[in-house]
């Protein structure tokens, strides 16, 4: 990537989603110079860790547009089955992550994105500072207790994902750039003076929400590009830039960005 393409920001795991024409998973996952595959073992922005060995997993909405997914707690580059999986399904938009585990969270499948309910798909890159050891249990006592039936694992990713669900319900007809908002306005009374990288997105089967946004701390590293030739027609989300190319932008910090496949991209402050 040329000198007037690159910037340095440095953050944990990496993700990438699309979402335009039907599309090959292994267009997204396998084949790009520099994708997610690459990413897991020699990824260029991360001061975190040098790998996302801990778990991959992809997710995207069928033709019933419910979502669905596919976990592995193993490293993407041991998973026997991606290659046919890859060329085998197609899909509309993809959801796609490598994952560098938290210290103290276990790497198992119930802690391995993407995780989803009956709507949502999401993908959270970052981290809450001393979740397990101070934070967990306040979080929690923000979820109501047909939320909290929901948690299936340890991560603070996933208490974020089910607080965003029950915030989501609960104000119906409100946009998710406010529901996010709303929601790290909780987590930034909860946290007080502690750490959150807090990049997220979320996709409901019509748009995908993604935010670079962090308390206390560097908002991790991402991209945007609408305009790709190996994607016609599609936009892409990623943590890192698939190939050499000025297409790519990088979302700015602190804000939102919105996609719908189709648009132009809309960025709001948070």
């Known amino acids: 990537m040329s000198a007037d393409c690159i910037w340095y920001t440095l953050s944990m795991c990496r993700l990438a989603i699309y979402i335009g024409p039907q599309l090959s998973l292994e267009t997204l996952l396998v084949k790009p110079e520099y994708g997610l595959m690459e990413q897991s073992w020699g990824p260029k922005e991360m001061n975190e860790g040098k ?32 290659d046919s999986l890859a060329r085998t399904l197609t899909a509309s938009q993809w ?89 790290f306005d909780q987590l930034g009374k909860v946290l007080k003076n502690s750490s959150a990288l807090l990049n997220i997105v979320i996709g409901d089967g019509d748009k995908i929400f993604a935010s670079r946004h962090a308390i206390n701390g560097n908002c991790p590293s991402l991209y945007y590009n609408v305009q790709d030739d190996l994607y016609p027609g599609g936009q892409l989300i990623v943590s890192e830039p698939f190939h050499e190319s000025c297409n790519w932008r990088q979302v700015p910090e602190h804000h939102i960005i919105t996609l719908d496949g189709i648009n132009d991209v809309r960025l709001v402050k948070i």
């Open 51 to 82: 790998l996302n060995a801990d778990g991959y997993g992809f997710a995207w909405f069928n033709n019933g547009n419910q979502p669905a997914s596919y976990r592995n707690p193993m490293p993407i580059w041991t998973d026997v089955n991606l």
């Open 95 to 183: 959801f796609a992550n490598v994952r560098s585990a938290t210290v103290g969270l276990d790497v198992s499948h119930a802690n391995t994105q993407p995780f989803t309910d009956n709507k949502f798909i999401y993908l959270h890159n970052g981290y809450i500072m001393d979740f397990k050891k101070k934070h967990r249990a306040k979080i929690r006592s923000l979820i109501d207790d047909d939320y909290d039936k929901q948690i299936g694992g340890t991560t603070d990713s996933e208490y974020i994902f089910v607080l965003i669900c029950q915030t989501a319900n609960k104000n119906p007809g409100v946009d998710m750039p406010d529901i996010l908002r709303i929601v």
